[in-house]
Structures are given as structure tokens and as C-alpha cells.
């Protein structure tokens, strides 16, 4: 079956060090690859996206990586802040699909001081 | 602010009845999607519309349709409403030249 999963439903990180957030999936050819930042009661804010033919993207502290052959992107948050606490969301947007954008259910990042 | 907005905010409507909530997009956005978003979840894909036809659906029931208008307004209409509605609904605005998606902050819609 197709899936999308996030590491894990929550993730806590003491201020200046780096996040990583994992996205996996299966059974799905995924034309590109996006990253959404969610806050409380908000709608998502696009952050970040990669293409299959890119390894890697890099915007300020953001780096995202999407290895196509372990079907799996990695995204990093470098000297983190307590303002990047929020809820981070991985799309994939497919090839046999251009129209639909399918989402992983999210982890949820904060930030301790 | 993404430029794209919708209404109402929030919205309580009970079992069976019908509800429309709107959406305004960017200017120059033809492409406008819909999302439903339950507690604890991602947002999954209802239906995308470009220049005001459909051009692509997510795995929701005819009672859940859309509309959209040349000055870059949508609708998504819910027709006979069930418990399980009840989520934050969300729309979004594609720009065709960086495909990236512009989120609306969403209408909490309560179905009691």
C-alpha cells in the first residue's frame, strides 16, 4: 500500500542544536518533494521544496535532502530556536498526479531553552 | 500573510445540513486546492481546481463539491454532513511559476 510517515509524532531539541526530521514513503514516484512549517490553529507555510533529480537544498538554517533510492527526504533545522517550534509537514507531489499533493501527518518540533 | 483568505473562521453546523465555505486567492493564481484537515493529521487532498474546471479529486464523496470563479474565489460546498466532517478546511492558491502552494489559515468547520 502507499504510505507517507513522519519519524515521529513529536520531537524535543534543547536550543542551538540541530533538528532532523525524517519523512519515508512507499509506493509512491514522487515528481518533487515539499516542506511545510504548520503553527497552532494556522494553515501551513511552504518552506522548502527538492526535486528527484536534487540531492539536496539549502535556504538559511533549512537543509533538505531527498535520496529517491531509500525513498526518503531528511529535513534540518541548524542552531535551532525556540520560534522554530511548530509542527513540520513533508508533501510529496506525484508524477502520475500533478494535481494531487499528498501529505505526511506531520511532527510535531519543540524547542527547549 | 499568503494573500489568501477564507471564510468564515469558524462555522457550527449539525448532522445532515449543508455548508459553503469560501476562499479568495492570490491574484494570478489559477489554481486553487482544497484540503480537509482532521486533529493530528496532515492535510488530505479534497479536489483541485484550474480556470474553473476540476482538474483532480482525492478520495471524498460527491457531497463534497467545489466551484471556482474568474476573479480568483472558490467555493467548497458539503452537502448532508456527518460527525466526521468536522476538521479544519483549508484552501490553497498554486503559483504556476515556482509551484508552490499559498495556504489560507483555514475555516474550522464543527459538526455536531
Known amino acids: 500500500s502507499q504510505k507517507i510517515e513522519q519519524n515521529s509524532e513529536a520531537l524535543n531539541i534543547q536550543e542551538g542544536k540541530t533538528a532532523t526530521l525524517t519523512c519515508n514513503y512507499t509506493n509512491y514516484s514522487p515528481a518533487y518533494l515539499q516542506w511545510y512549517r504548520q503553527d497552532p490553529g494556522r494553515g501551513p507555510v511552504f518552506l522548502l521544496l527538492i526535486r528527484e533529480n536534487e540531492k539536496e537544498k539549502r535556504k538559511e538554517r533549512l537543509k533538505v535532502t531527498f535520496d529517491t533510492t531509500l525513498k526518503q527526504s531528511l529535513f534540518h533545522i541548524t542552531a535551532s530556536q525556540p520560534a522554530d517550534s511548530a509542527t513540520y509537514l513533508c508533501?510529496?507531489?506525484?508524477?502520475?498526479?500533478?494535481?494531487?499533493?499528498?501529505f505526511g501527518s506531520g511532527t510535531r518540533l519543540s524547542i527547549r531553552p | 500573510e499568503t494573500g489568501v483568505t477564507q471564510s468564515p473562521t469558524h462555522l457550527i453546523k449539525t448532522r445532515g445540513q449543508q455548508v459553503t465555505l469560501r476562499c479568495s486567492s492570490q491574484s494570478g493564481h489559477n489554481t486553487v486546492s482544497w484540503y480537509q484537515q482532521a486533529l493530528g493529521q496532515g492535510p488530505q487532498f479534497i479536489f483541485q481546481y484550474y480556470r474553473e474546471e476540476e482538474n483532480g479529486r482525492g478520495n471524498f464523496p460527491p457531497r463534497f463539491s467545489g466551484l471556482q470563479f474568474p476573479n480568483y474565489s472558490s467555493e467548497l460546498n458539503v452537502n448532508a454532513l456527518e460527525l466526521d466532517d468536522s476538521a479544519l478546511y483549508l484552501c490553497?492558491?498554486?503559483?504556476?511559476?515556482?509551484?508552490?502552494?499559498?495556504f489560507g489559515p483555514g475555516t474550522r468547520l464543527t459538526v455536531l
Open positions: 490553497a492558491s498554486t503559483s504556476e511559476r515556482t509551484d508552490t502552494q499559498y
Open positions: 508533501a510529496l507531489v506525484l508524477y502520475s498526479s500533478a494535481s494531487k499533493i499528498i
